[in-house]
């Protein structure tokens, strides 16, 4: 399809495991950024990626968060030692470009669940 | 640092009515804002862009304005219909190109 994918689409783990989460941005699309939503809140900035560099991690919470985009296309959101607060919906959005008109566009997202 | 605030949190009306959403922003210094719609479960879908140069845009019967000297963003829906019932959410868009969105809108309506 044409739009942003994400999978899996429910991830199930157990704490202290490392689990990775996949964005395909639409093609073209320089700019890729993720979002943790919780229930009830919108979406909170963790990550962007400005073709294959992060422009702006400073929304990760911590170092057993990390984020690689090697070939400016897909990315992959990597959590080690999964915590039970780390439960949420990952969502990815891609753009044009990060700056200027930057319309995002947002895949259906990942629901995580650390037991 | 950026604070968006969406009011009402939450509303309940019946079909035929025209609405308006609020989105408040702290910091006028943005490049865009956008509102999206977000329905149980699912991501998010945009549904209009305005650039900070930009007063209003129009998409059906959704209409979005801008006013960044008061830090304010409406959404009207007119002649609402139950298909619309979902949670609206705002983005604003500073120089740092990081969206900061706001907690969003719940709406239904009712037939």
């Known amino acids: 399809g044409a739009g942003v994918s994400q999978t899996p689409s429910n991830k199930v783990t157990e704490k202290g495991k490392y689990v990775e989460l996949r964005c395909d941005p639409i093609s073209g699309h320089t700019a890729l950024y993720w979002y943790r939503q919780s229930l009830g809140q919108g979406p909170e900035f963790l990550i962007y990626?400005?073709?294959?560099?992060?422009?702006?991690d400073s929304g990760l919470p911590n170092d057993r968060f990390f984020a690689v985009r090697p070939e400016g296309s897909v990315s992959t959101l990597k959590i080690q030692r999964t915590e039970r607060g780390d439960s949420a919906v990952y969502l990815c959005?891609?753009?044009?470009?990060?700056?200027?008109?930057?319309?995002?566009?947002f895949g259906p997202g990942t629901r995580l669940t650390v037991l | 640092k950026q604070e968006v605030t969406q009011i009402p949190a939450a509303l309940s009306v019946p079909e035929g009515e025209n609405l308006v959403l609020n989105c408040s922003f702290t910091?006028?210094?943005?490049?865009?804002l956008q509102w999206f719609r977000q329905d149980p479960g699912k991501g998010l879908t945009s549904l209009l862009l305005i650039q900070s140069s930009q007063r209003e845009q129009t998409s059906g019967r959704l209409n979005a304005s801008l006013d960044k000297s008061s830090g304010r963003s409406t959404l009207y829906i007119a002649a609402s219909q139950p298909g619309d019932s979902a949670t609206y959410l705002c983005a604003v868009k500073g120089g740092s190109y990081i969206p900061t969105f706001g907690r969003g809108t719940s709406l239904i309506v009712h037939p």
């Open positions: 959005a891609s753009s044009l470009d990060a700056g200027g008109p930057g319309e995002q566009f």
């Open positions: 990626f400005q073709g294959t560099g992060a422009a702006d």
């Open positions: 910091d006028s210094a943005i490049y865009n």
